[in-house]
T-cell receptor, first 111, second 115 residues
Framework: GENVEQHPSTLSVQEGDSAVIKCTYS??????FPWYKQELGKGPQLIID?????GEKKDQRIAVTLNKTAKHFSLHITETQPEDSAVYFC??????????FGSGTRLLVRP | NAGVTQTPKFQVLKTGQSMTLQCAQD?????MYWYRQDPGMGLRLIYY???????DKGEVPNGYNVSRLNKREFSLRLESAAPSQTSVYFC??????????????FGSGTQLSVL
């Protein structure tokens, strides 16, 4: 089955800097890759997703890139703000159509 | 518009006790899911229901049962709770068909402790 690895587990950046979180997946048939943000005490919330026929997708300060050959995808947050502090999860929808999540990255944006 | 509502928010059980976690969504979604979240392990799928009347096992179904009561409600039952089931449980819903397992809307979670 699909295995999704996520790095780093924790990330601390200065406000205004960029943050990058990386994930690798094992199932070459996976075709859908979402990113979820989880704030303290809340459920995860979808922030951006990408399909395997697209290499990059942007939404304001957030972007996701996908490298199908290397089987990895990344979340890029530019001009980070304190409200970006949260736990971020990547995921991959595998050939059995199940969504497999990474282990999460705790992002801290220092004011 | 409440989205996905889970009850209870917190629960403490003794080993061997049973309980049911309730979940309801008001977005007219066909698909519903139960996940558990453990430190350092992300979210793992327990069971899901692609549409009313169907349920399927996820990654970690042992020790759990589910009921899709109607289109709105999807419950998770622990028949004989074990300490290994201490976790935060999330219910989620999404549209069906090609969008199944995509664009999930999550509830706020149930923190369960089994002593």
């Amino acid at each position: 089955g699909e295995n999704v690895e996520q790095h780093p587990s924790t990330l601390s950046v200065q406000e205004g800097d960029s943050a990058v979180i990386k994930c690798t997946y094992s199932d070459s048939a996976s075709n859908y890759f979402p990113w979820y943000k989880q704030e303290l005490g809340k459920g995860p919330q979808l922030i951006i997703d990408i399909r395997s026929n697209v290499g990059e997708k942007k939404d304001q300060r957030i972007a996701v890139t996908l490298n199908k050959t290397a089987k990895h995808f990344s979340l890029h947050i530019t001009e980070t703000q304190p409200e970006d502090s949260a736990v971020y999860f990547c995921a991959a929808k595998d050939s059995s159509y199940k969504l497999i999540f990474g282990s999460g990255t705790r992002l801290l944006v220092r004011p | 518009n409440a989205g996905v509502t889970q009850t209870p928010k917190f629960q403490v059980l003794k080993t061997g006790q049973s309980m049911t976690l309730q979940c309801a969504q008001d977005m007219n979604h066909n698909s519903m899911y139960w996940y558990r979240q453990d430190p350092g392990m992300g979210l793992r799928l327990i069971y899901y229901s692609a549409s009313e009347g169907t349920t399927d096992k996820g990654e970690v179904p042992n020790g759990y049962n589910v009921s899709r009561l109607n289109k709105r409600e999807f419950s998770l039952r622990l028949e004989s709770a074990a300490p290994s089931q201490t976790s935060v449980y999330f219910c989620a819903s999404s549209s069906a068909g090609a969008a199944t397992n995509e664009k999930l809307f999550f509830g706020s979670g149930t923190q369960l402790s089994v002593l």
